[in-house]
């Protein structure tokens, strides 16, 4: 299983990006996935999830109404559209995957996760 996640760069406060992350070796539609992040010196911290069917979404309260999570089964593919970022936003993002939790809630813990991509830098600059 390889995840990859990309879209990530240099912007200004206020601005916006979208991340997306692909992968191989899975199938979206039946795992849940989710959106992490890092900041340097910092714990990973949750950021957003969706769930297999992606009906249901989970955000964290930092980027609730800024960030929107979604995912496109047909093409295995995962994105995160980040409005009104910044600097607080500055970190190294890593999507995830999980097949293992198809009737429980979705969680904000990294430990519920079973498959993590490279990470993808997000800058913003103030």
């Known amino acids: 299983v390889q995840l990859q996640a990309s879209g990530g760069g240099l912007v200004q406060v206020g601005g916006s990006l979208r991340l997306s992350c692909e992968a191989s070796g899975i199938i979206y539609s039946t795992y849940n996935m989710a959106w992490f992040r890092q900041a340097p010196g910092k714990e990973r911290d949750f950021v957003a999830a969706?769930?297999?069917?992606?009906?249901?979404?989970l955000y964290a309260d930092s980027v609730q109404g800024r960030f929107r999570i979604s995912k496109d089964n047909n093409k295995n593919a995962l994105y995160l559209q980040m409005t009104s970022l910044n600097p607080e936003d500055t970190a190294e993002y890593y999507c995830?995957?999980?097949?293992?939790?198809?009737?429980?809630?979705?969680?904000?813990?990294?430990?519920?996760?079973?498959?993590w991509g490279q990470g993808t830098l997000v800058t913003v600059s103030s």
């Open positions: 995830a995957a999980d097949s293992r939790n198809r009737v429980g809630p979705l969680s904000m813990r990294s430990s519920a996760y079973e498959y």
């Open positions: 969706i769930n297999w069917r992606g009906g249901k979404v």
